[in-house]
């Protein structure tokens, strides 16, 4: 198992555009969360899934955001209309159910760069 | 609402200084305390979790501990090296919720 893993790693667009972002998560690990980063700042919740239902979306997520996790495997996060404002960090992480014990696992992030 | 808070937010020492970062949570009812490492540009890397049973835990030159009736964690890192230097951030998962709330983070140079 390599861990959580992001792609792309960099992404750059111009204003306006759509970016779609991809994490595939630890194997055995059915939560998957995603979090944004902007600069000089600690990671923000985004939204998490348990399996493929989506149990959580914070304020942050506006309707030009959307994640999806089919089957409960890969997540997909996608951007419409992309602004100048979304550019930051994007990390996906993956956890077990049932226990705390062993926190999160975090993939090497999606740097966004918006035009 | 939990906030949690790091400081110093930079820091620079020289090489071989043992030296601590502070992070302080408003609410103590958690589940436990990460740290993670961050170099520029990169993902999160964890360095040390504290079950909120726990007082402290150690990885190497790593020690991190957690009071968590004073709502704070301190990470010791001894005998600091160049290699050292990347932004220390501080993460705890409150009961009762999934996810992790952070803080801004420590920047730490370590000069040669």
């Known amino acids: 198992d390599t861990g959580v893993s992001q792609n792309p790693r960099h992404k750059i667009t111009k204003r306006g555009q759509n970016v779609t972002f991809r994490c595939d998560p630890i194997?055995?690990?059915?939560?998957l969360y995603w979090y944004r980063q902007t600069l000089g700042q600690g990671p923000e919740f985004l939204t998490y899934f348990q399996n493929e239902a989506q149990l959580e979306k914070s304020r942050l997520l506006s309707d030009r955001f959307s994640a999806e996790r089919p089957k409960g495997s890969f997540s997909t996060l996608e951007i419409q209309r992309t602004e100048q404002g979304d550019s930051a960090m994007y990390l996906c992480?993956?956890?077990?159910?049932?226990?705390?014990?062993?926190?999160?696992?975090f993939g090497s992030g999606t740097r966004l760069t918006v035009v | 609402k939990q906030e949690v808070t790091q400081i110093p937010a930079a820091l620079s020492v020289p090489e071989g200084e043992n030296l601590v970062l502070n992070c302080s949570f408003t609410?103590?009812?958690?589940?436990?305390l990460q740290w993670f490492r961050q170099d520029p540009g990169k993902g999160l890397t964890s360095l040390l979790l504290i079950q909120s049973s726990q007082r402290e835990q150690t990885s190497g030159r790593l020690n991190a501990s957690l009071d968590k009736s004073s709502g704070r964690s301190t990470l010791y890192i001894a005998a600091s090296q160049p290699g050292d230097s990347a932004t220390y951030l501080c993460?705890?998962?409150?009961?009762?919720?999934?996810?992790?709330?952070f803080g801004t983070g420590t920047r730490l140079k370590v000069l040669a």
């Open positions: 609410d103590s009812a958690i589940y436990n």
């Open positions: 993460a705890v998962w409150p009961s009762g919720t999934y996810k992790y709330i």
């Open positions: 194997s055995e690990h059915n939560r």
């Open positions: 992480a993956s956890s077990t159910t049932g226990t705390t014990r062993y926190g999160y696992t």
